[in-house]
C-alpha cells in the first residue's frame, strides 16, 4: 500500500507564526515556486498530471504560476504528486528540516524580510529556479 507523505501545506503556516500584514496567498508562494520547477522539469506523477493536466500546459506557457496551481492543490504538496526521481531529489532538498531549499530560498531573496515577504512572480520564480536547477545537478552528480 502507499503512503502518502505530505511535505508541506500552506496551513502549516498561515495556522503558524505568520506575519498579521502579509495575505494568507503569501504562505503558498516558497512552496509554489519549489513545485513550478517540479512541474518544469517533468517529475511530476502520471496521477498529478492526469489531475490538473491543463494547469500544467498553462504553467509551461507561463499562464499561471506554480503558487497557483499549489492553490489548486488545496495548498498541499505530497509525494502522491512526484514520480520517483522528483520524490527522491524532494526527500533530499525540499525537506524543511535537513534539506537546504529553505536556506537557499532565504539567500535568493535577501531583501525579503522572512520566507513569507516574496512576491509570486516570473522574475523570482526565475531567481529560484537557477538555485534549485544547480542544486539538482549536483545531487545527481553525487547518486
Keep these: 500500500m502507499f503512503e502518502v507523505i505530505v511535505y508541506d501545506k500552506a496551513k502549516y503556516h498561515y495556522d503558524g507564526d505568520f506575519p498579521k500584514d502579509l ?3 503569501q504562505a503558498f508562494v516558497h512552496t509554489g ?4 520547477w517540479i512541474i518544469d522539469n517533468d517529475l511530476f506523477s502520471e496521477e498529478f498530471e492526469e489531475d490538473i493536466e491543463v494547469e500544467i ?22 509525494n502522491d504528486m512526484l514520480n520517483d526521481e522528483g520524490n527522491e531529489f ?10 537546504l531549499y529553505l536556506d537557499d530560498y532565504e539567500e535568493t531573496f535577501p531583501e525579503a524580510k522572512d520566507v513569507y515577504d516574496v512576491k509570486d512572480s516570473w522574475e523570482n520564480y526565475e531567481k529560484i529556479k537557477k ?6 545537478l549536483d545531487w545527481m552528480n553525487q547518486r
Design 23 to 25: 495575505s494568507i496567498d
Design 33 to 36: 515556486m519549489f513545485l513550478g
Design 57 to 78: 500546459q498553462k504553467f509551461k506557457s507561463r499562464e499561471v504560476t506554480g503558487t497557483q496551481i499549489y492553490m489548486e492543490c488545496d495548498g498541499v504538496f505530497s
Design 90 to 99: 524532494a526527500q533530499d532538498y525540499f525537506d524543511f528540516e535537513n534539506g
Design 131 to 136: 538555485v534549485i536547477q544547480k542544486r539538482n
